[in-house]
């Protein structure tokens, strides 16, 4: 019998893209105004107005690309993880551990403590899911239940 569950957890690397983009922005922008405009008072509030402007721009934009959703089938057998167009099937003897630990998460304005939890596979590596909400904990309590194993807190 299968079981179903759709989560949500940050993931800080669709977000590289557009930094890199709104950086090559800025950087044309401080370009033109260099060469247009000829009083230095002028060049440096044009400066400071477009790098604020960039700035809200990626706040915008990093609250909707940060959160990926994440899907997990609990079958008889193996769990397969869905996320972002990639399928992956994982019986469940390959479960070395689940690991929730804590870590401060700075990629905002205000740093603060926030958890992850890291599943282990034998001789594949790891899979780190980063707090969202609850789905995600939905998620992984079900993946612990059905493979009989405890989650291991750091």
Excluded: H
């Excluded at 107005?49 to 193996?78: A, C, H, P, S, Y």
């Excluded at 479960?95 to 870590?103: G, H, L, Q």
């Excluded at 590596?125 to 807190?153: P, R």
């Amino acid at each position: 019998m299968e079981k179903e569950y759709l989560f949500k957890y940050k993931n800080s690397t669709l977000f590289k893209i557009p930094v890199i983009l709104f950086s090559l922005f800025y950087f044309i922008l401080c370009i033109i105004i260099f060469k247009y405009i000829n009083d230095n008072a002028d060049k440096l509030l044009y400066m400071l107005l477009f790098l604020l402007i960039n700035i809200l721009w990626m706040i915008q934009i990093k609250k909707r690309l940060d959160v990926t959703d994440g899907k997990f089938i609990l079958k008889d057998n193996e769990l397969s993880y869905i996320t972002l167009n990639k399928i992956y099937n994982i019986t469940y003897e390959e479960i070395e551990s689940i690991i929730k630990e804590k870590y401060i998460e700075d990629t905002n304005i205000i740093s603060y403590y926030s958890y992850q939890y890291i599943i282990y596979i034998k001789n594949s590596g790891s899979f780190t899911f980063k707090y969202y909400d609850n789905s995600l904990d939905i998620a992984i309590n079900a993946l612990a239940n059905k493979i009989n194993q405890n989650i291991n807190e750091k």
